[in-house]
């Protein structure tokens, strides 16, 4: 076992990392700036001093910066020392000598890590009499603010934006004392993780904007554990409020997934929850109109409805499963819908069941940081699921480790280890129709149609693995493709094949699953990831129903009342006709919803729902890791959790229908009394959820028998915040569905359990760095463990042995793709923003989508605007240019030009001369 | 048997329960003018009503009794406080008409009484409170006033023994010559200490004791049985405060003024004196206290004795 | 014995002493400028709102009787709302001591009774006074490196122009 000595204190540690991150976990308070447990040590700042001693005889010592230095077992140093300290608050001293001093009007403070680490330094009188340095700061774009001035030179934010993130277009400028980081020229930062720049800068040179117009100082923010729901990734999230808005969204740290970054989407997508399209009172729909009518109004209506047949429920991939499974119980699993067309919903059941079936690995996203040989087949990732695209990235430094390692450099020793990564050669394939973010780092690119690559896949699986099918006549190029990627797949420790539903092939799936399953064979930690289209298609897949064609044949067979349609946009499912005929044929339509979506035009009744941020709810991520969110906002009377208007549709059948009601009362669907009720039941019912149980305590949890507190101790303003409407105090809002006593009363510790962890700070650690005192270890698991359950690491143990025959290769290889001469293979050309539905009603997100254009194969492209007959409607678009793209294929963002995307779709062009395109 | 004057009985009380509302003012004020500054003053003329806006306050107060107590002796208990007071008041003769019980031969036994019935009160009180402050001053209160009863009752005997009664009638008769006070004046000192502290104000309230002891014995209690705790010591004072003159000032006698004006002159007086040594002097400590009593007035009041006894064997006609 | 006489002498000649007791309202005392009576909210010298909306009064209240929404222009801070509960205040000043613009300022006004405890509750039109207080001269944005309208990177007090990038020199 590894020790050192600080200050005279022996504390265990272990080798690998640096003498700053091991006193840090020691426990011991350590100033520090350049370091980042993500992005390892440079030794910026010098900051980390100490002193440290050769042996015990060693009177003496020299000062070391710690950060750079690697632990030794029975390294002696102190911390404590004069001469060290001194250092210490001279740096700060310097640092502090341009700094603005600007606290009072900064977005930071109060979370400022500068701030912190000038008090801990004990720096507090300023003694340079002379004149500041200042710089011109920069618009950034709608996402950060910029504040240059605040500088402290650590270089994290080039060192996250450019090395680790990517980016290209920040930079550090100048030298010496003019320092400066910023782009070129004003302008929006394009990387799709800008917004992590707030929480990596120690200080306030970036801010977060849309925050900035809603400001709060964090220790007056009640904070909520709660997951993003803007893709199927699940990162976790803490949502911030205060006076009952929500006011951001920040990181929350799970070893597992997401770690210490977060996507765009998900940090400033959350904007729909406060947006004008929010439905807020039930609606019923007199003479033609929506109008608000009172909650008893609206379920009298409904009873009515009820009372004409058959009711059918259609739930939706980004409700909660809590919402979902109640719907099912209303309305029986036989009337229950998935809300997905049939193609989707094939897609999703298909990537189930090969996630079950597939021998190897089910890859959380830290396990994908670490593959030595990653293939994506056929997926955008870095617009369908940016933070494992961002995982994927980091993939491909395993190379430039490993040399690290022959050299004997520290791995943590972040500038040596990447200028040795230069000259490694990264192990990524991409295979996607349309060129991605990631190809500028990849090995090989491959851009052909779907069916193409999935020949390609299957080719492969061939390769690594004789018994699986071979694929005909396939090009010579692509052949040797297939070799080379097989064989440094086969030559990899840990490869990772990567797939998804981005665009509707279950081809590409079935083959992805085929290499995964292949390599298997030769490796049993051969990975398999598959992406998800939305944030609980995981766990609607896992739930199951009907599909939509179904219900439409069900309705035009006149066989359904009334549709009850849950947190469901159905016109992005289905084609405006295909919509139009299903509801004609239902006479009643019932909407349960948060958000105003075209769908609530059809609607007899709108209700209205509580989204992620105001109720309770688990979903179920792509990688099978089942979360909960917990409200923050606790909103009056007529909004309420999908579940509870189901339960209160529920209760109105009974109260018309007798035969109804018994059959409903034996369901338990009425005595629910708060959602753990509802997820027990849902536990009870569906074995392959029953795990989602244990996704985070229950609303009895008990932190040092108090319920755990969900704001800071010192939340300002408790007997005047609300006094302009009543000067008598009222009581923290009471949920039964949370464990949390929703005022700054309760118990809070790094040591609760991490799904429950409402904001980060431990004493004299007020920034988001006092993360480091929740983990077990820096950068690894949470104190209390990483939220969420694997309800796929059940299945693995259970199958362990008779796992293998599960899976069988798939015989169904397509033919390879034909450009057709009069019309287009429309693909779906994700998008970061724009493409998904709930962030596009934030403002900085909608202000980031750019208008829809059509992408054409280069040197294809007729000049001005051209316009797409789809069966759906003609459109009138801008041409782009997309170089790489194969012929006979058009690229065009999803549900921005037709609302519905549906495939496969077949397309034709004409430019606006009239003329037909496509020779 | 003659009748029980019935005017007496009922108005004796009601005087005595007003006189010691009032008497909550005159404290303020007085302790307000030998503190330089005002007291209450704005209700009613000098702010006399300010008394009966406490009253009136105290009456309106929540009934309240704590879950913990126990009920019926936390009841009981400024129920005998108030008694005991009161019913000691029927021996003293304000003036050469007969009090209440009239000339009753036994008057000074009936008030030593009566006044270690009094302590029971407080010990109670303290003890159904059920709560440590409480319980803490009712054991200091028990401890204190059984002590001071001894030296109390020893005090006195030198007065008794010159007259020869109990009869405070006779008693006040034989001060007709030289009041008491000068040839008692180690028993007036005694007694008077005494006094003070069977009434436990100031200085010697330790069974109140706020700066440790909270409220003491009545910390738990509020509204009306708090304020029947508050009369009975104001009327205590009034009873100390007359029992001292009937005793040694000679009660009633006094030229020219009628005798009922001299009684209250004088009750007055002490009275004054009472609150003055509140606004003067400060708390002993508890074992101060008690050192006092044991240590310094019981030999006093002993010596006294011996010396009474002996002058009046030696002046004694053969 | 004999002190305790001289104690009881003394104290009884206090009665034919002056009383200090100021019989308030017929008389009104004098109250120091800084006493710490009602609160306001002052100016700069240029007529601007000082308040900043950095949230540090409302967090040093004890009894949490403060509470603000920061909203800006041009860079400049200001409250949109600005809320004291002074049915909770305690005049403790501690506000005033967290300020870090002088803008929060306690008055020697302290006759704010009201029947209606509603109306305790005083709202930033209410607080707001035209003048400076006790700081005649101190601006807040004068000092801080932030731009504001009229007022560019680097022209606040000690501060050198901006650092041209692209100069060549050392």
Same mark, same amino acid.
Request: charged residues 20%; aromatic residues 8%.
């Given at each position: 076992?590894?020790?050192?000595?600080?200050?005279?204190?022996?504390?265990?540690?272990?080798?690998?990392?640096?003498?700053?991150?091991?006193?840090?976990?020691?426990?011991?308070?350590?100033?520090?700036?350049?370091?980042?447990?993500?992005?390892?040590?440079?030794?910026?700042?010098?900051?980390?001093?100490?002193?440290?001693?050769?042996?015990?005889?060693?009177?003496?010592?020299?000062?070391?910066?710690?950060?750079?230095?690697?632990?030794?077992?029975?390294?002696?140093?102190?911390?404590?020392?004069?001469?060290?300290?001194?250092?210490?608050?001279?740096?700060?001293?310097?640092?502090?000598?341009?700094?603005?001093?600007?606290?009072?009007?900064?977005?930071?403070?109060?979370?400022?890590?500068?701030?912190?680490?000038?008090?801990?330094?004990?720096?507090?009188?300023?003694?340079?009499?002379?004149?500041?340095?200042?710089?011109?700061?920069?618009?950034?774009?709608?996402?950060?603010?910029?504040?240059?001035?605040?500088?402290?030179?650590?270089?994290?934010?080039?060192?996250?934006?450019?090395?680790?993130?990517?980016?290209?277009?920040?930079?550090?400028?100048?030298?010496?004392?003019?320092?400066?980081?910023?782009?070129?020229?004003?302008?929006?930062?394009?990387?799709?993780?800008?917004?992590?720049?707030?929480?990596?800068?120690?200080?306030?040179?970036?801010?977060?904007?849309?925050?900035?117009?809603?400001?709060?100082?964090?220790?007056?923010?009640?904070?909520?554990?709660?997951?993003?729901?803007?893709?199927?990734?699940?990162?976790?999230?803490?949502?911030?409020?205060?006076?009952?808005?929500?006011?951001?969204?920040?990181?929350?740290?799970?070893?597992?997934?997401?770690?210490?970054?977060?996507?765009?989407?998900?940090?400033?997508?959350?904007?729909?929850?406060?947006?004008?399209?929010?439905?807020?009172?039930?609606?019923?729909?007199?003479?033609?109109?929506?109008?608000?009518?009172?909650?008893?109004?609206?379920?009298?209506?409904?009873?009515?409805?009820?009372?004409?047949?058959?009711?059918?429920?259609?739930?939706?991939?980004?409700?909660?499963?809590?919402?979902?499974?109640?719907?099912?119980?209303?309305?029986?699993?036989?009337?229950?819908?998935?809300?997905? +067309?049939?193609?989707?919903?094939?897609?999703?059941?298909?990537?189930? +069941?090969?996630?079950?079936?597939?021998?190897?690995?089910?890859?959380?996203?830290?396990?994908?940081?670490?593959?030595?040989?990653?293939?994506?087949?056929?997926?955008?990732?870095?617009?369908?699921?940016?933070?494992?695209?961002?995982?994927?990235?980091?993939?491909?430094?395993?190379?430039?480790?490993?040399?690290?390692?022959?050299?004997?450099?520290?791995?943590?020793?972040?500038?040596?280890?990447?200028?040795?990564?230069?000259?490694?050669?990264?192990?990524?394939?991409?295979?996607?129709?349309?060129?991605?973010?990631?190809?500028?780092?990849?090995?090989?690119?491959?851009?052909?149609?779907?069916?193409?690559?999935?020949?390609?896949?299957?080719?492969?699986?061939?390769?690594?693995?004789?018994?699986?099918?071979?694929?005909?006549?396939?090009?010579?190029?692509?052949?040797?493709?297939?070799?080379?990627?097989?064989?440094?797949?086969?030559?990899?420790?840990?490869?990772?094949?990567?797939?998804?539903?981005?665009?509707? +092939?279950?081809?590409?799936?079935?083959?992805?699953?085929?290499?995964?399953?292949?390599?298997?064979?030769?490796?049993?930690?051969?990975?398999?990831?598959?992406?998800?289209?939305?944030?609980?298609?995981?766990?609607?897949?896992?739930?199951?129903?009907?599909?939509?064609?179904?219900?439409?044949?069900?309705?035009?067979?006149?066989?359904?009342?009334?549709?009850?349609?849950?947190?469901?946009?159905?016109?992005?499912?289905?084609? /405006?006709?295909?919509?139009?005929?299903?509801?004609?044929?239902?006479?009643?339509?019932?909407?349960?919803?948060?958000?105003?979506?075209?769908?609530?035009?059809?609607?007899?009744?709108?209700?209205?729902?509580?989204?992620?941020?105001?109720?309770?709810?688990?979903?179920?991520?792509?990688?099978?890791?089942?979360?909960?969110?917990?409200?923050?906002?606790?909103?009056?009377?007529?909004?309420?959790?999908?579940?509870?208007?189901?339960?209160?549709?529920?209760?109105?059948?009974?109260?018309?229908?007798?035969?109804?009601?018994?059959?409903?009362?034996?369901?338990?669907?009425?005595?629910?009394?708060?959602?753990?009720?509802?997820?027990?039941?849902?536990?009870?019912?569906?074995?392959?959820?029953?795990?989602?149980?244990?996704?985070?305590?229950?609303?009895?949890?008990?932190?040092?028998?108090?319920?755990?507190?969900?704001?800071?101790?010192?939340?300002?303003?408790?007997?005047?915040?609300?006094?302009?409407?009543?000067?008598?105090?009222?009581?923290?809002?009471?949920?039964?569905?949370?464990?949390?006593?929703?005022?700054?009363?309760?118990?809070?510790?790094?040591?609760?359990?991490?799904?429950?962890?409402?904001?980060?700070?431990?004493?004299?650690?007020?920034?988001?760095?006092?993360?480091?005192?929740?983990?077990?270890?820096?950068?690894?698991?949470?104190?209390?463990?990483?939220?969420?359950?694997?309800?796929?690491?059940?299945?693995?143990?259970?199958?362990?042995?008779?796992?293998?025959?599960?899976? +069988?290769?798939?015989?169904?290889?397509?033919?390879?793709?034909?450009?057709?001469?009069?019309?287009?293979?429309?693909?779906?050309?994700?998008?970061?923003?724009?493409?998904?539905?709930?962030?596009?009603?934030? /403002?900085?997100?909608?202000?980031?989508?750019?208008?829809?254009?059509?992408?054409?194969?280069?040197?294809?492209?007729?000049?001005?605007?051209?316009?797409?007959?789809?069966?759906?409607?003609?459109?009138?678009?801008?041409?782009?240019?997309?170089?790489?793209?194969?012929?006979?294929?058009?690229?065009?963002?999803?549900?921005?030009?037709?609302?519905?995307?549906?495939?496969?779709?077949?397309?034709?062009?004409?430019?606006?001369?009239?003329?037909?395109?496509?020779? | 048997?003659?009748?029980?004057?019935?005017?007496?009985?009922?108005?004796?009380?009601?005087?005595?329960?007003?006189?010691?509302?009032?008497?909550?003012?005159?404290?303020?004020?007085?302790?307000?003018?030998?503190?330089?500054?005002?007291?209450?003053?704005?209700?009613?003329?000098?702010?006399?009503?300010?008394?009966?806006?406490?009253?009136?306050?105290?009456?309106?107060?929540?009934?309240?009794?704590?879950?913990?107590?126990?009920?019926?002796?936390?009841?009981?208990?400024?129920?005998?406080?108030?008694?005991?007071?009161?019913?000691?008041?029927?021996?003293?003769?304000?003036?050469?008409?007969?009090?209440?019980?009239?000339?009753?031969?036994?008057?000074?036994?009936?008030?030593?009484?009566?006044?270690?019935?009094?302590?029971?009160?407080?010990?109670?009180?303290?003890?159904?409170?059920?709560?440590?402050?409480?319980?803490?001053?009712?054991?200091?209160?028990?401890?204190?006033?059984?002590?001071?009863?001894?030296?109390?009752?020893?005090?006195?005997?030198?007065?008794?023994?010159?007259?020869?009664?109990?009869?405070?009638?006779?008693?006040?008769?034989?001060?007709?010559?030289?009041?008491?006070?000068?040839?008692?004046?180690?028993?007036?000192?005694?007694?008077?200490?005494?006094?003070?502290?069977?009434?436990?104000?100031?200085?010697?309230?330790?069974?109140?004791?706020?700066?440790?002891?909270?409220?003491?014995?009545?910390?738990?209690?509020?509204?009306?049985?708090?304020?029947?705790?508050?009369?009975?010591?104001?009327?205590?004072?009034?009873?100390?405060?007359?029992?001292?003159?009937?005793?040694?000032?000679?009660?009633?006698?006094?030229?020219?003024?009628?005798?009922?004006?001299?009684?209250?002159?004088?009750?007055?007086?002490?009275?004054?004196?009472?609150?003055?040594?509140?606004?003067?002097?400060?708390?002993?400590?508890?074992?101060?206290?008690?050192?006092?009593?044991?240590?310094?007035?019981?030999?006093?009041?002993?010596?006294?004795?011996?010396?009474?006894?002996?002058?009046?064997?030696?002046?004694?006609?053969? | 014995?004999?002190?305790?006489?001289?104690?009881?002498?003394?104290?009884?000649?206090?009665?034919?002493?002056?009383?200090?007791?100021?019989?308030?309202?017929?008389?009104?005392?004098?109250?120091?400028?800084?006493?710490?009576?009602?609160?306001?909210?002052?100016?700069?010298?240029?007529?601007?709102?000082?308040?900043?909306?950095?949230?540090?009064?409302?967090?040093?209240?004890?009894?949490?009787?403060?509470?603000?929404?920061?909203?800006?222009?041009?860079?400049?801070?200001?409250?949109?709302?600005?809320?004291?509960?002074?049915?909770?205040?305690?005049?403790?000043?501690?506000?005033?001591?967290?300020?870090?613009?002088?803008?929060?300022?306690?008055?020697?006004?302290?006759?704010?009774?009201?029947?209606?405890?509603?109306?305790?509750?005083?709202?930033?039109?209410?607080?707001?006074?035209?003048?400076?207080?006790?700081?005649?001269?101190?601006?807040?944005?004068?000092?801080?490196?932030?731009?504001?309208?009229?007022?560019?990177?680097?022209?606040?007090?000690?501060?050198?122009?901006?650092?041209?990038?692209?100069?060549?020199?050392?």
């Amino acid at each position: 076992m590894t020790s050192i000595h600080i200050d005279g204190r022996t504390c265990p540690t272990r080798p690998d990392i640096n003498l700053l991150q091991a006193c840090l976990e020691a426990g011991a308070s350590l100033p520090y700036f350049c370091w980042h447990p993500e992005l390892g040590s440079v030794g910026a700042c010098r900051q980390c001093a100490v002193r440290q001693f050769s042996g015990a005889d060693d009177k003496t010592g020299r000062i070391v910066m710690a950060c750079m230095t690697p632990v030794t077992d029975g390294t002696i140093v102190s911390i404590d020392d004069a001469e060290a300290r001194e250092f210490r608050e001279g740096v700060i001293e310097w640092m502090m000598v341009n700094h603005p001093h600007d606290c009072p009007v900064c977005e930071e403070g109060s979370e400022c890590h500068l701030q912190d680490m000038t008090v801990m330094t004990g720096h507090n009188t300023r003694r340079y009499r002379f004149t500041k340095r200042t710089h011109r700061s920069q618009d950034l774009g709608p996402f950060v603010k910029h504040e240059m001035n605040r500088c402290i030179a650590c270089y994290r934010c080039v060192r996250f934006y450019r090395d680790y993130a990517g980016g290209d277009d920040l930079a550090a400028f100048a030298s010496h004392d003019n320092v400066y980081f910023g782009r070129a020229a004003d302008g929006t930062l394009e990387n799709a993780f800008s917004g992590n720049l707030v929480e990596i800068c120690p200080t306030g040179v970036f801010t977060d904007k849309p925050f900035s117009g809603a400001y709060s100082r964090k220790w007056d923010m009640r904070g909520a554990p709660s997951v993003c729901v803007h893709c199927a990734v699940g990162c976790n999230t803490i949502v911030n409020a205060r006076q009952e808005t929500v006011r951001r969204v920040l990181n929350r740290y799970n070893g597992e997934v997401n770690r210490y970054v977060l996507c765009d989407r998900g940090r400033f997508g959350h904007g729909f929850v406060n947006a004008a399209s929010r439905i807020r009172t039930p609606l019923r729909r007199i003479n033609g109109q929506l109008v608000p009518v009172s909650t008893q109004d609206a379920m009298a209506q409904f009873s009515r409805m009820a009372a004409r047949g058959p009711v059918v429920g259609i739930a939706s991939s980004r409700a909660s499963l809590e919402s979902c499974f109640s719907l099912r119980v209303l309305v029986g699993a036989d009337r229950f819908s998935t809300g997905q +067309s049939r193609q989707e919903q094939d897609c999703a059941e298909l990537g189930l +069941s090969l996630l079950r079936t597939h021998p190897g690995l089910i890859p959380a996203l830290h396990d994908m940081e670490s593959a030595d040989a990653v293939l994506v087949l056929g997926e955008d990732v870095s617009a369908t699921a940016p933070r494992l695209g961002l995982s994927l990235r980091q993939s491909v430094r395993q190379a430039s480790f490993r040399a690290a390692d022959a050299a004997k450099v520290p791995r943590w020793m972040d500038a040596a280890v990447r200028t040795l990564g230069s000259e490694c050669s990264s192990a990524l394939f991409i295979a996607t129709p349309a060129p991605t973010d990631l190809d500028s780092i990849a090995q090989e690119t491959f851009h052909a149609a779907p069916d193409d690559i999935a020949r390609l896949g299957f080719a492969i699986a061939h390769r690594i693995d004789p018994a699986a099918p071979a694929v005909s006549d396939l090009v010579e190029s692509q052949a040797a493709l297939a070799d080379r990627i097989a064989m440094a797949l086969v030559a990899a420790k840990k490869p990772l094949v990567v797939s998804g539903m981005q665009y509707g +092939s279950p081809a590409l799936m079935r083959a992805a699953a085929g290499i995964a399953a292949a390599l298997a064979t030769k490796t049993p930690v051969a990975a398999l990831s598959l992406v998800f289209p939305d944030c609980n298609s995981m766990g609607l897949a896992m739930v199951g129903g009907l599909s939509l064609d179904a219900v439409l044949e069900k309705a035009e067979a006149g066989e359904i009342a009334t549709l009850v349609i849950l947190e469901n946009d159905l016109s992005r499912h289905l084609d /405006p006709a295909v919509l139009a005929k299903l509801t004609e044929a239902v006479p009643g339509i019932v909407i349960i919803d948060h958000t105003m979506t075209p769908l609530c035009e059809t609607a007899c009744l709108v209700l209205p729902a509580a989204p992620f941020t105001e109720c309770s709810g688990t979903i179920v991520s792509q990688e099978g890791r089942a979360q909960r969110y917990f409200p923050v906002v606790f909103p009056s009377a007529p909004i309420q959790s999908g579940w509870r208007w189901v339960q209160a549709l529920g209760q109105h059948i009974i109260v018309e229908d007798e035969a109804a009601s018994a059959e409903i009362r034996a369901t338990g669907l009425t005595d629910w009394r708060r959602m753990d009720d509802v997820t027990l039941a849902l536990a009870r019912d569906i074995p392959v959820l029953a795990a989602a149980v244990g996704a985070a305590p229950g609303a009895d949890y008990r932190l040092e028998e108090q319920r755990p507190r969900n704001e800071p101790h010192r939340a300002s303003g408790r007997t005047v915040i609300r006094s302009h409407i009543s000067v008598r105090d009222q009581p923290p809002p009471a949920s039964p569905d949370t464990p949390f006593s929703n005022s700054m009363e309760g118990a809070y510790g790094p040591d609760m359990p991490a799904a429950l962890v409402p904001y980060f700070r431990t004493p004299a650690w007020n920034s988001v760095q006092s993360l480091s005192r929740f983990q077990q270890e820096i950068g690894g698991a949470m104190r209390g463990g990483d939220p969420g359950v694997r309800l796929f690491a059940d299945l693995s143990s259970d199958q362990q042995d008779n796992r293998q025959p599960l899976y +069988s290769y798939s015989l169904d290889i397509p033919a390879a793709f034909r450009p057709q001469s009069d019309k287009v293979l429309l693909l779906p050309e994700g998008r970061l923003f724009g493409s998904e539905e709930l962030s596009l009603h934030s /403002p900085p997100v909608a202000a980031r989508s750019a208008a829809p254009a059509l992408g054409l194969p280069a040197g294809d492209v007729p000049p001005g605007r051209v316009t797409l007959h789809l069966n759906g409607g003609v459109h009138d678009l801008p041409v782009q240019e997309i170089a790489g793209l194969p012929e006979g294929i058009a690229l065009c963002p999803p549900h921005m030009v037709s609302r519905a995307f549906v495939f496969p779709c077949q397309a034709s062009l004409s430019t606006a001369d009239g003329k037909g395109k496509r020779t | 048997m003659r009748q029980p004057p019935f005017l007496a009985i009922i108005l004796t009380p009601l005087l005595i329960l007003g006189l010691a509302t009032l008497l909550t003012w005159v404290e303020r004020r007085l302790l307000g003018l030998w503190q330089d500054r005002y007291g209450p003053n704005r209700v009613g003329p000098g702010g006399m009503l300010q008394a009966v806006a406490d009253g009136i306050k105290m009456l309106f107060k929540q009934d309240w009794i704590p879950p913990f107590a126990d009920k019926g002796v936390f009841v009981l208990a400024p129920a005998i406080g108030m008694m005991t007071v009161l019913l000691s008041f029927a021996v003293i003769p304000a003036t050469s008409l007969r009090s209440i019980a009239g000339n009753l031969n036994v008057g000074l036994l009936f008030i030593l009484a009566m006044m270690g019935l009094g302590v029971y009160a407080v010990v109670l009180a303290g003890w159904a409170s059920n709560s440590k402050y409480a319980l803490l001053g009712g054991m200091r209160a028990a401890a204190q006033m059984i002590s001071y009863e001894v030296f109390m009752g020893l005090s006195l005997m030198g007065v008794v023994m010159i007259t020869g009664s109990f009869s405070l009638y006779d008693i006040v008769a034989a001060q007709s010559g030289l009041w008491f006070i000068v040839p008692q004046c180690l028993g007036f000192i005694v007694f008077l200490l005494a006094g003070i502290a069977e009434t436990h104000r100031l200085p010697f309230d330790l069974p109140e004791g706020e700066n440790e002891l909270g409220a003491g014995f009545h910390t738990e209690y509020s509204g009306m049985k708090f304020g029947m705790f508050f009369l009975a010591e104001y009327a205590g004072i009034v009873l100390v405060s007359a029992l001292v003159t009937t005793l040694y000032l000679g009660g009633w006698l006094g030229p020219f003024l009628p005798a009922a004006v001299w009684f209250v002159l004088k009750t007055g007086t002490l009275v004054a004196f009472f609150i003055l040594l509140r606004a003067a002097l400060p708390r002993p400590r508890y074992d101060q206290l008690m050192t006092l009593g044991w240590k310094v007035l019981l030999p006093l009041s002993l010596l006294n004795i011996a010396a009474t006894g002996t002058i009046l064997m030696l002046r004694a006609p053969e | 014995m004999l002190d305790t006489m001289r104690t009881l002498f003394l104290t009884f000649l206090h009665a034919f002493r002056h009383r200090v007791t100021i019989q308030y309202p017929e008389e009104k005392p004098y109250l120091p400028p800084r006493y710490r009576g009602r609160i306001i909210l002052s100016r700069d010298p240029d007529g601007e709102e000082r308040c900043v909306s950095c949230n540090l009064c409302a967090v040093a209240c004890p009894v949490d009787c403060i509470s603000l929404q920061k909203a800006e222009v041009e860079g400049r801070w200001y409250p949109e709302y600005f809320r004291i509960n002074f049915s909770r205040c305690i005049f403790c000043g501690f506000c005033e001591e967290a300020c870090p613009t002088y803008a929060i300022q306690l008055t020697p006004d302290f006759e704010m009774g009201e029947y209606v405890r509603q109306t305790l509750v005083y709202e930033k039109e209410d607080l707001l006074i035209s003048g400076t207080g006790k700081y005649p001269d101190y601006s807040f944005y004068r000092v801080a490196g932030v731009r504001i309208a009229g007022k560019d990177w680097g022209e606040s007090e000690h501060e050198r122009p901006p650092v041209d990038l692209r100069t060549l020199l050392p």
